[in-house]
Nanobody, 120 residues
Framework: QVQLVESGGGLVQAGGSLRLSCAAS????????MGWYRQVPGKERELVAA???????YYADSVKGRFTISRDNVKNTLYLQMNSLKPEDTAMYYC??????????????WGQGTQVTVSS
């Protein structure tokens, strides 16, 4: 069983920065792709960024150039550096572990989420 625990969310003014972390328990962290999703009430959960086991990355168009996803396979931790935050980035952010690659497989495990609120 894998547990994913997010941290780092909070309230920030527009233009500010936050860094989210996702600590993963269990083995085989380095093998699967990992990602960050976000969701606002009434909308579907959307993929914000993903990173493969080899370090290849994907970003949603809305966050390109502002967010950076990274992983530390020694610490079993996933990160999301969020810069130049906008009010529309306000959402619950979820860490996710894919069953395989992020472009062909589904999610195997979800974290409990961390709230990010950006004030204007």
């Amino acid at each position: 069983q894998v547990q994913l625990v997010e941290s780092g969310g909070g309230l920030v003014q527009a233009g500010g920065s936050l860094r989210l972390s996702c600590a993963a328990s269990g083995s085989m962290f380095s093998i699967n792709a990992m990602g960050w999703y976000r969701q606002v009430p009434g909308k579907e959960r959307e993929l914000v960024a993903a990173i493969s086991s080899g370090g290849s990355t994907y970003y949603a168009d809305s966050v390109k150039g502002r967010f950076t996803i990274s992983r530390d396979n020694v610490k079993n931790t996933l990160y999301l550096q969020m810069n130049s935050l906008k009010p529309e980035d306000t959402a619950m952010y979820y860490c996710a572990k894919f069953r395989g690659s992020y472009d062909t497989s589904g999610i195997h495990y979800w974290g409990q989420g961390t709230q990010v609120t950006v004030s204007s």
